[in-house]
Structure formats: C-alpha cells, structure tokens
C-alpha cells in the first residue's frame, strides 16, 4: 500500500509516495500548488 503525501496547508498532493510502513521525520519538501508554495515537514510516526 502506497500513502500520497499532502500539503498540510492546502491538502495539495506532492510527487512523493511513502510505503505503508515508511517511518519519517526532518524532511521538509515545498509545496508543489503554484497558489501554495508553504515548506513543510513530512512526519510520517511508525505504526502498529
Ligand atoms: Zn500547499
């Protein structure tokens, strides 16, 4: 199972895809919406 990344502050889908059991944390990506543009991080906790 993929998991789409989105922009915390518009909901905007990024060209990044993490695997059901991806654990992140300390990487930051700009938004790819023209209207957007924000950084955010990308915090993905690990799951049960
Ligand atoms: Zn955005």
């Known amino acids: 199972?993929?998991?789409k990344?989105?922009?915390p502050y518009c909901g905007h889908e990024?060209?990044?895809q993490a695997d059901k059991n991806a654990v992140c944390r300390g990487l930051w990506v700009r938004c790819k919406a023209r209207h957007c543009?924000?950084?955010f991080e990308i915090i993905l906790p690990k799951k049960k």
């Open 1 to 3: 199972m993929i998991e």
């Open 37 to 39: 543009g924000r950084v």
């Open 14 to 16: 990024q060209s990044i």
């Open 5 to 7: 990344i989105k922009c």
